[in-house]
């Protein structure tokens, strides 16, 4: 098995030179740290990046990919690895797109850095291990276990800023735990349709514009000229936007994808139960692309992805689509 390490509140401590606590340890470091992890299997280390998790972009993520893949064609049967929570939830999926193999993947972190009384990355990193040495955990895409729960990728979310529960999968709940050092996996998930990435494609930048009240869509009127090339809408409710913001998106619509996600982070976006002007059907007439059951972070995600393999619009919606509904299944 293989950890490899990124950074993050799990590898933070003290600098006497700026305050607080910054990312130090290396995933050495932190196997070294849990004499326990060689009872469950012979561990191998890899320090792939060293920073906070909110300075990770998708060329970083492509590149862990590609690492992964060629762990685990040299015989890895687990990989764990470890990073800052912030971000979890969207690593984690774009992992769960990119990579096209049958062992574990798990990603953990933590919520208590290790300078203070009760961190809880060295449980983390132990349940973590637990689980990418399950049988029971093989084929079910990319995994995140934090605070003893076993999450899939697609669903997970980070829901509180320091709880060390905050990582919850409202739409469909854990699919397993670890219990007295045995791994319970309760409920199943196919894979994901993946989106082969080469090293040499370019991510294109995508938006994420949040529905508020009193939205008249000017950030959206801009988004051509900043150089973005999709957007996601993180709308109300089942999927409706102010009326005056749906003539914008279906301008916009014609020459990028624009995707209706839920601000709701729960649940799906409707497709014929409303009518009004800015409603689910509305916008969907108008040309606009549903999320389904994808919130609005992990959209972006797939559509970035998407994006980098064809700048064509209606390619890259194809795409998008292809993941979109390998999760309904």
């Given at each position: 098995?293989?950890?490899?390490?990124?950074g993050?509140?799990?590898?933070?401590?003290?600098?006497?030179?700026?305050?607080?606590?910054?990312?130090?340890?290396?995933?050495l470091?932190?196997?070294?740290?849990?004499?326990?992890?060689?009872?469950?299997?012979?561990?191998?280390?890899?320090?792939?990046?060293?920073?906070?998790?909110?300075?990770?972009?998708?060329?970083?993520?492509?590149?862990?990919?590609?690492?992964?893949?060629?762990?685990?064609?040299?015989?890895?049967?687990?990989?764990?690895?470890?990073?800052?929570?912030?971000?979890?939830?969207?690593?984690?999926?774009?992992?769960?797109?990119?990579?096209?193999?049958?062992?574990?993947?798990?990603?953990?972190?933590?919520?208590?850095?290790?300078?203070?009384?009760?961190?809880?990355?060295?449980?983390?990193?132990?349940?973590?291990?637990r689980?990418?040495?399950?049988?029971?955990?093989?084929?079910?895409?990319?995994?995140?276990?934090?605070?003893?729960?076993?999450?899939?990728?697609?669903?997970?979310?980070?829901?509180?800023?320091?709880?060390?529960?905050?990582?919850?999968s409202?739409?469909?709940?854990?699919?397993?735990?670890v219990?007295?050092?045995?791994?319970r996996?309760?409920?199943?998930?196919?894979?994901?349709?993946?989106?082969?990435?080469?090293?040499?494609?370019i991510?294109?930048?995508?938006?994420?514009?949040?529905c508020?009240?009193?939205?008249?869509?000017?950030?959206?009127?801009?988004?051509?000229?900043?150089?973005?090339?999709?957007?996601?809408?993180?709308?109300?409710?089942?999927?409706?936007?102010?009326?005056?913001?749906?003539?914008?998106?279906?301008?916009?619509?014609v020459?990028?994808?624009?995707?209706?996600?839920?601000?709701?982070?729960?649940?799906?976006?409707?497709?014929?139960?409303?009518?009004f002007?800015?409603?689910?059907?509305?916008?969907?007439?108008?040309?606009?692309?549903?999320?389904?059951?994808?919130?609005?972070?992990?959209?972006?995600?797939?559509?970035?992805?998407?994006?980098?393999?064809?700048?064509?619009?209606?390619?890259?919606?194809?795409?998008f689509?292809?993941?979109?509904?390998?999760?309904?299944?």
């Amino acid at each position: 098995m293989t950890v490899i390490s990124l950074g993050g509140t799990i590898a933070s401590t003290s600098s006497s030179s700026i305050g607080g606590v910054v990312p130090r340890l290396s995933a050495l470091d932190l196997v070294d740290a849990i004499p326990s992890l060689q009872e469950v299997a012979d561990i191998d280390t890899v320090s792939f990046r060293q920073v906070p998790s909110g300075d990770l972009v998708f060329e970083d993520l492509i590149g862990l990919a590609r690492l992964v893949q060629t762990i685990v064609v040299d015989g890895a049967d687990g990989v764990v690895i470890t990073q800052g929570t912030d971000t979890i939830e969207e690593t984690s999926f774009a992992l769960d797109i990119l990579l096209d193999v049958d062992v574990p993947v798990v990603i953990t972190g933590a919520m208590r850095n290790p300078t203070i009384a009760s961190p809880d990355g060295p449980g983390n990193l132990l349940a973590a291990v637990r689980v990418a040495a399950s049988h029971a955990a093989r084929g079910l895409g990319c995994l995140v276990v934090m605070n003893d729960e076993v999450h899939a990728a697609r669903f997970v979310r980070k829901t509180h800023s320091s709880s060390v529960a905050t990582f919850q999968s409202p739409s469909a709940g854990p699919i397993g735990w670890v219990s007295e050092e045995r791994v319970r996996i309760v409920l199943g998930c196919e894979r994901l349709a993946s989106i082969t990435v080469s090293s040499s494609d370019i991510v294109a930048p995508v938006a994420l514009v949040t529905c508020v009240v009193g939205d008249e869509g000017l950030v959206l009127r801009g988004l051509p000229a900043l150089g973005y090339r999709g957007v996601v809408v993180d709308a109300f409710g089942a999927g409706h936007v102010p009326s005056s913001m749906a003539p914008i998106l279906e301008e916009l619509a014609v020459n990028m994808p624009v995707v209706l996600c839920s601000r709701t982070g729960a649940g799906e976006v409707l497709s014929h139960t409303y009518g009004f002007p800015g409603s689910e059907s509305d916008l969907l007439a108008r040309g606009i692309t549903s999320g389904g059951v994808l919130d609005a972070r992990k959209a972006r995600v797939a559509l970035s992805l998407a994006l980098a393999t064809s700048l064509d619009a209606v390619a890259a919606v194809r795409c998008f689509a292809t993941v979109r509904d390998s999760l309904s299944r």
